[in-house]
């Protein structure tokens, strides 16, 4: 009896094993012939808004018609200033969207901590300087930006996600920079192959975002996240071909043969087709020359060079002004709102707009008769591009295009797009701000549309299939 049990055991275990080696036969099948799977980490993800949301949100649009299923790693209650739930249309209903809870306050109080108490007149007291000092501590401690406090819980969510379901890859997209560490993470935690995703270098936002910190220990350790983030991952994408060199050395001497490919951030040819418009946004009048400035205004897209020409022009045409009307749309910095105050002290038709939804956004390009794009005269400016340029590209209106030269200005001339000016140029955009005033109004080429189709979401998308496409096999 007990040597028919044994058998009886031995042919059950064996057929076990048999069914467990069938069923990872067909589970390899449909890895290969099936569509894969991509764990996205994106702490900013719909409803929350901004022009960096974008970027993950066509990819999520698009990576399904490439065979490619998103699984959404997201914070549960982001601390972000900007909302938008128009993109959340773009999310195909199929998407697995994983919410982890993040520890870190609401972003109205975080600014009343960043701006600190009002200055007084004497000397700060005790209380005040110990405040001040928790304050100083506090941000000092949260490396590499205070989304760092989600990571606990975000490691812990996208852990369980990768155990339960499988994924073939991992992309994490920058900033916040947080992002990216996660990603390093579960990289190493999983063994999956980890694409690396900088919408901004690393090194420009330490330089310039508001509220960075730059002092020496803080730089110390961003430059160690850094180089742990590029030693594990397998592929680097960024915005520009100048960031594609620097980050493919930046990697080399982390010690990482991780290839490095540009993906613009593009236009997608749904949100530009013609449809109804906003019903307050009306087209200028017969006289007045439109110039629409979208996006944020903060010391990389600072607008003071355009605030002196048109001072120029008051102080000696003052009557040309009155056909010219400004409009700025988006969220505006403390310094910049100061020097748009200049511009309310001439004749000049300024209307300020806040932060508004993608849709509205672009309703007021296609009200422009130009668009003005703007980047500060400062290092590293040269590897940037502004993502809204390539809507600007889209819309087909002329580009006042004050920026250094540059790879954006280099799109500008090479897709015959607009005027290009540097900042420091001031009597050379007055002068296309007279000539525009005075009916000069610009037609761009026949062949625009076909020569701007290249930079459409759908086809950079398929650029990241091909990053995908090349990388190891997921265990």
């Known amino acids: 009896m007990f040597f028919d049990n044994s058998v009886h055991f031995r042919d059950r275990r064996q057929h076990g094993a048999a069914s467990e080696a069938a069923a990872q036969v067909a589970l390899d099948f449909d890895r290969a012939t099936g569509p894969r799977r991509l764990l996205l980490i994106s702490y900013h993800f719909p409803p929350v808004g901004g022009a960096g949301v974008q970027r993950p949100v066509k990819f999520v649009k698009y990576l399904r018609r490439f065979g490619w299923e998103v699984s959404v790693l997201v914070a549960a209650n982001p601390s972000a200033p900007l909302s938008d739930e128009s993109l959340l249309r773009d999310i195909p209903a199929e998407t697995h969207i994983e919410r982890a809870t993040t520890w870190e306050p609401s972003y109205t109080f975080k600014a009343k901590v960043a701006s600190g108490p009002p200055a007084a007149t004497s000397a700060p007291g005790p209380r005040r300087r110990l405040a001040r000092a928790l304050r100083g501590a506090a941000t000092l401690a949260l490396q590499p930006d205070p989304q760092v406090l989600w990571l606990p819980s975000a490691l812990r969510a996208g852990s369980d996600l990768l155990r339960r379901v499988h994924h073939d890859a991992i992309l994490a997209t920058a900033p916040a920079y947080s992002n990216l560490v996660l990603g390093a993470l579960l990289k190493k935690r999983f063994g999956l192959p980890l694409v690396v995703d900088f919408r901004d270098e ?40 100048s960031s594609a060199r ?47 400035y979208t996006g944020t205004l903060w010391n990389l897209t600072s607008i003071e060079p355009l ?20 409009v700025i749309v988006g969220r505006r910095t403390e310094q910049q709102e100061k020097l748009l105050d200049r511009i309310k002290k001439t004749r000049c038709r300024l209307r300020l707009e806040p932060y508004c939804d993608h849709t509205r956004s672009i309703d007021w390009m296609k009200s422009a008769d130009a668009l003005c794009m703007l980047l500060s005269d400062v290092e590293d ?55 525009r005033v005075q009916g000069g109004r610009r037609i761009l080429p026949n062949n625009h549309a076909a020569k701007i189709a290249r930079f459409t979401r759908e086809r950079l998308c398929e650029q990241l299939v091909k990053v995908l496409d090349h990388l190891p096999v997921a265990p």
């Open 246 to 292: 620097r980050l493919r050395d930046r990697a080399r001497e982390a010690g990482s043969q991780a290839e490095s490919t540009c993906i613009y951030n593009g236009f997608d040819e749904d949100d530009i087709t013609p449809g109804t418009s906003a019903a307050d946004i009306s087209m200028p009048e017969k006289d007045v020359f439109r110039l629409v």
């Open 381 to 435: 400016a040269h590897r940037v591009v502004p993502a809204k340029m390539f809507e600007y590209l889209s819309i087909g209106k002329e580009i006042l295009a004050i920026v250094p030269d540059s790879e954006a200005a280099d799109i500008i001339k090479e897709h015959e797009a607009g005027s290009h000016f540097r900042p420091g140029e001031v009597l050379e955009i007055v002068a296309w701000l007279l000539a």
């Open 202 to 241: 690393w090194d420009i936002s330490q330089c310039y975002l508001e509220n960075a910190r730059r002092d020496s220990f803080s730089c110390a350790v961003q430059r160690w996240m850094q180089r742990y983030v590029l030693q594990q991952a397998d592929a680097l994408t960024c915005t520009t071909l």
């Open 307 to 326: 605030v002196t020409a048109i001072e120029t022009i008051d102080a000696s045409l003052p009557e040309r002004l009155a056909h010219l009307e400004l």
